[in-house]
Structures are given as structure tokens and as C-alpha cells.
């Protein structure tokens, strides 16, 4: 008898789902509710005490997503109609209370399984179901398992020498303590300047005794252009949402606007100030998405971007010697090929007495020690190491998961040297595995809400197709995943991305495989994919 036969026969309380879905994000909530209004029995597991995925363990001061409330959000009429953001873009409170709302109105949690982390899944050929198990010691089974864990469920902690010897308070940004974390009149010291470090950072520096701000990279962070929604922008806002909402599926990024169709090249620079000028005041990632269309394409293109966005930046910090590591002369890699984070103060709290910046480059990190950090030009004494160093993005939220295929194989061996995703949602050797912002699909370049949607309406009707056939068991094929790699390599390829060590390309992360994790033809050609395999019976899957 195989483990799993035995763990069903054993196992009395072993609950049988048609679907369990894995993180109570925005995929997992969508998917939930649309599985469960095709009749289907669905269960969500989630890790966390709380609704929200990233906005359940992201609760640092300051975080907030980088996206507008209004198209961070549900499509559907009866989610918006009553709801509203008080702020463009919403902190991670007010998106708590939007998923707050949206449970209430769907009824949600009663199938929602929380502290509940999922630990290992098990594939059982025999029936063709997946056995899940989970921190809490429970084991269910269901015929599909869909992954909806995000992109950035695995919080990444460098190997600093004597990090845990440090005395003080020290977190991640991911793993903030939920019951908050005072740094007024404390000494706080913040690694990385991430989207994560730029928002602790900015909150710091009003309330700190003092803020260290460690960076390696500069960002490129652009302006936020934040503002509070009163009940008349927001009435003239929504007269907009159902035509906002319809052109989200056909923009490059799943947003409401769209790369120009022009180069930077081809105008002349008048224009280019001009239109540089114009995106600059929208603000949000206009800059870098709403921009020339050869911006990523093009070295001479974003060369030009660089230097305007350098020349804004400059105007704001004083000191010439932290301008320059800030914003340096030279780049250290081109403009948007890391994701900028959009700052509200960020360069004007360096003009601050009570913040300093060390230049990781050329004063790097000796050790952690019991009272600070210790770097070549001596110590920073700090009460509080916040870690804003990002994600083993992508892929380490799906192969932290001990998944086994049916020959054993687990999905973290078989993207050892690489990723094979078919559509970013499947993988061969995987039957009745699905993900959601999976490895090879549009994930990082597409609005959160928008990716959830198109990409879970995709799976209910594959799951509803494999119903009506009387099929059990539905898999990628070998071919189709090794086509679909190559075509997201390529694209990534005549792209400027390659040249930056980013979360992107999972170059963030020592020894992870450096390869583009993302799809980068644009919303509107990955949906087209996605429909021609569907029209033609699922071509690229095996369905039996
Ligand atoms: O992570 P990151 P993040 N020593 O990987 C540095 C989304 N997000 O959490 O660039 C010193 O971007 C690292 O330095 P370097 C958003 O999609 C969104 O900030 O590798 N430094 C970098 O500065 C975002 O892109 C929102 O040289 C080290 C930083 O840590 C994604 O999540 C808010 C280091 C990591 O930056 C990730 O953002 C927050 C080391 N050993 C996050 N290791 C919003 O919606 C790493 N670093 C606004």
C-alpha cells in the first residue's frame, strides 16, 4: 500500500474537497467564491490568523500598495458599488478592511481554514487526488490543488554574520509583529531599499531618534502622487470603474493606461521632456509602464529616462555626497528593469538630521553585532534591525511546499535548473496542480486584482470543462511547457531586464537559478494564449 493509500485508510478525519485552494489573497478569495459558485466543494488553507495574503503579513509602518485603490480591486459591481478608499493609494489597513468587507458581503471565511500552513502535498495516482498536509496536523485530500500563495510568500533573510546575536528588536518586513511595533524615539536601522524599505523608511524618519538606511542599490523609486479621496473624487472616479475595469484585460500591465505607441527616439526632445514632464506629474508607475514604448527595449531610450528621472531626484536632497549615492551619475543598472517603488518623502528625509545613509558598495556590512552593525567605517548602534530584504520571490512561495508529482518527484527538484510552467499555470508531472501569478506568467508585470480575475476565470473553466468530460486528471505536457519557456525567455531576452540583479530574474537570491520568472509580452498576448488553448480543447494539456 503507498503512503497516500495508507494516510486515507488511516486517517479518519480526512476531509474530501473537490478543490482546495492554497492563500487567502486576492486569487485564493476570487477562486473561492467562483468554484464555489459552480457547485464545487472548496476549501482555502490559509497560513496566516487573518484575511488579505501580502496585506495580512506586510503590517509595517508605512506599507501600501503601489497600485490605485480603485483598480486594486474586485471587478464586480456589487465589490465596488458600496466601497470606497479614502486614500489613492490604500495602506495595508484600509485593504484589511476591504477584505473584510468583501468576506462579509461573499461569506467567505466560513470556508477558509486559518493558521492552517500547508506543509506538504502528496499526489495519489491511484485516485487521482492530491493528500494535503498542514501545520495543524490535519490531511485532506481533493482532486485539484491550486496554489494562490502570491509572489511574495517567502520572505528572504541574508546570511549576515552575527545577525542573531543582535539584542534589540529585529523583523522582517514580511513578518511584522501584527500587534504593531513602536519606533518613536528609538534608534532603527533599515536593510534595503526596496519597495519595503522606502515605506519603513519614510515612517521612520519622522518618529525615530535616529534612522540608519543601509543600501546596496539605489531605487529608482518614482512619486506616489498619494492624495485623500473625498466623497466627490470618488463619485467622479466611479462613473469610470466599468470602462476602467474593461480596459484592464487589454493594457500591457492590467492597469487602466498603456505604454505610448511611440519610441523615445523618434520625437524630438522637446517632446521627449514634454511627455517625460506629463507621466512625471501623473506619477504611480506612469513613468515606467505609461512611457515610450523602447524605455525597456532600448539603452539609449532609457538612458534618457534615467537622466530625467535623476534630474528630478537631485532637486530634492541636499548634500551633493548623498545625492550621488542616491541617484549616481553613472547607473549602476538601467531605469525600471528593477520595480521602482513609488515614495512619497523618500530623498527628502535624507536632508533630515536625525537620518543617515551608508553606502553598502563601498562601506559594506562587517558583521551584525549584540548593539548595532558594524561596517568598515565603524559601528550603528541601533534598538531596532528592520529586514527589508525582499523575497525568494515567485517560485520559493510554491517550492517552500514539499509537492510531490506522482513519480515522486518534488516541484522544488524540477525547477532545480530552471522553471517549466505551461501559461505560468501548470507544470508537467504535476496532474491537478494549478498556480495562480505562477513562475512564466505575466505575475510581477500585471495589477494583483486583474491577474487574479483573468488567470482564476481561466482555471474555473478548465476545472468546469474537465467536469463536464468526466475527466479526473488534467496535466501539462513536457512540449508544451519547453515551448512556453523558450517563448518567455526570449521575450525577456530582447528586454533590458537581464541587467539587473533583481527578484525578476531571481537573481536577488544566492544560488537560486538567474532566469526571467515572468511573462513579458503583456497582459493582452498572455490572455490570447491562454484562450487559443482553451478554443482548441486545451492544447498543451493532457486530459484523461
Ligand atoms: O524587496 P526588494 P521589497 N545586504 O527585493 C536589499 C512588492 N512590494 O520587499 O537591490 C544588503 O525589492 C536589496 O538590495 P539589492 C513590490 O513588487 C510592494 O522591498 O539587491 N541589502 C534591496 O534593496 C516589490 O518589488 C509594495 O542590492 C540587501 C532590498 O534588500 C516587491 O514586493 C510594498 C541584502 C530588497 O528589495 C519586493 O519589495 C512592498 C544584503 N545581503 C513590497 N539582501 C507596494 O505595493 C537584500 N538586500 C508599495
Not at 500587534?179 to 524615539?185: E, P, R, S, T, Y
Request: a negative charge; glycine letters at 10%; aromatic letters at 10%.
Amino acid at each position: 500500500m503507498s503512503t497516500t493509500e495508507a494516510t486515507r485508510t488511516n486517517n479518519s478525519a480526512i476531509e474530501d474537497l473537490d478543490v482546495i485552494v492554497v492563500g487567502a489573497g486576492f486569487a485564493g478569495l476570487y477562486l473561492l467564491d467562483r468554484l464555489r459558485s459552480m457547485g464545487m466543494a472548496v476549501q482555502v488553507f490559509e497560513a496566516g490568523a487573518g484575511l488579505g495574503g501580502v496585506w495580512y503579513w506586510n503590517c509595517y509602518p508605512g506599507a501600501r500598495v503601489d497600485s490605485p485603490g480603485p483598480i486594486y480591486q474586485y471587478s464586480r459591481d456589487d465589490m465596488w458599488r458600496r466601497w470606497q478608499f479614502g486614500e489613492l493609494y490604500p495602506s495595508w489597513q484600509e485593504l484589511r478592511d476591504y477584505f473584510h468587507y468583501v468576506d462579509e458581503k461573499l461569506g467567505l471565511s466560513r470556508d477558509i481554514r486559518f493558521n492552517r500552513r500547508v506543509n506538504q502535498a502528496e499526489f495519489d495516482p491511484a485516485h487521482n487526488r492530491w493528500i494535503v498536509r498542514s501545520s495543524d496536523g490535519s490531511v485532506a485530500s481533493a482532486r485539484y490543488l491550486v496554489l494562490c500563495t502570491g509572489l511574495s510568500a517567502k520572505p528572504y533573510v541574508p546570511d549576515l554574520p552575527g545577525l542573531d546575536d543582535f539584542t534589540g528588536e529585529r523583523h522582517h518586513t514580511a513578518l511584522w509583529p501584527q500587534q504593531g511595533l513602536d519606533l518613536a524615539g528609538k534608534r532603527v536601522g533599515v536593510i534595503g531599499t526596496g519597495a519595503s524599505g522606502v515605506q519603513v523608511a519614510q515612517e521612520a524618519a519622522g518618529v525615530a531618534a535616529h534612522l540608519t538606511v543601509f543600501q546596496r542599490t539605489p531605487n529608482l523609486a518614482l512619486p506616489m502622487r498619494q492624495k485623500k479621496l473625498d466623497e466627490d473624487a470618488i463619485r467622479r472616479m466611479k462613473e469610470k470603474y466599468p470602462e476602467m475595469f474593461d480596459r484592464r484585460t487589454k493594457t500591457f500591465a492590467g492597469f487602466d493606461y498603456d505604454v505610448l505607441a511611440k519610441s523615445a527616439l523618434e520625437v524630438s526632445d522637446d517632446e521627449r521632456q514634454a511627455t517625460f514632464e506629463r507621466l512625471w506629474e501623473i506619477g504611480g508607475f506612469a513613468p515606467w509602464i505609461g512611457s515610450f514604448n523602447d524605455i525597456l527595449l532600448n539603452e539609449e531610450a532609457n538612458r534618457a529616462a534615467y537622466q530625467f528621472w535623476r534630474d528630478k531626484t537631485l532637486k530634492r536632497i541636499k548634500d551633493p555626497a548623498i545625492a550621488e549615492i542616491l541617484a549616481p551619475a553613472e547607473p549602476i543598472h538601467p531605469f525600471g528593469v528593477k520595480r521602482p517603488s513609488l515614495e512619497q518623502h523618500f530623498y527628502e528625509i535624507f536632508n533630515q538630521p536625525n537620518v543617515s545613509l551608508v553606502d553598502l558598495r563601498t562601506n559594506p556590512i562587517e558583521r551584525v553585532t549584540p548593539g548595532g552593525i558594524r561596517t568598515a567605517a565603524g559601528e550603528h548602534e541601533l534598538d531596532i534591525l528592520v529586514l527589508a530584504t525582499g523575497f525568494d520571490a515567485v517560485t520559493g512561495g510554491l517550492t517552500s511546499i514539499d509537492i510531490r508529482g506522482p513519480a515522486g518527484e518534488t516541484l522544488k527538484d524540477k525547477w532545480a535548473t530552471g522553471v517549466r510552467a505551461h501559461l505560468g499555470m501548470a507544470a508537467a508531472g504535476f496532474p491537478n496542480l494549478l498556480f495562480v501569478y505562477g513562475p512564466q506568467s505575466p505575475n510581477g508585470f500585471c495589477n494583483g486584482p486583474t491577474c487574479a480575475e483573468v488567470q482564476g476565470d481561466w482555471i474555473a473553466r478548465l476545472l468546469d470543462h474537465l467536469r463536464q468530460g468526466n475527466y479526473t486528471r488534467v496535466e501539462a505536457t513536457v512540449a508544451a511547457e519547453e515551448a512556453w519557456r523558450a517563448q518567455v525567455l526570449a521575450l525577456a531576452d530582447a528586454t533590458l531586464f537581464p541587467r539587473a540583479d533583481s527578484w525578476y530574474l531571481g537573481a536577488n537570491i544566492p544560488g537560486k537559478p538567474r532566469e526571467m520568472l515572468s511573462f513579458t509580452g503583456g497582459l493582452p498576448a498572455y490572455l490570447a494564449k491562454c484562450s487559443e488553448s482553451a478554443e482548441r480543447g486545451y492544447e498543451g494539456f493532457a486530459l484523461s
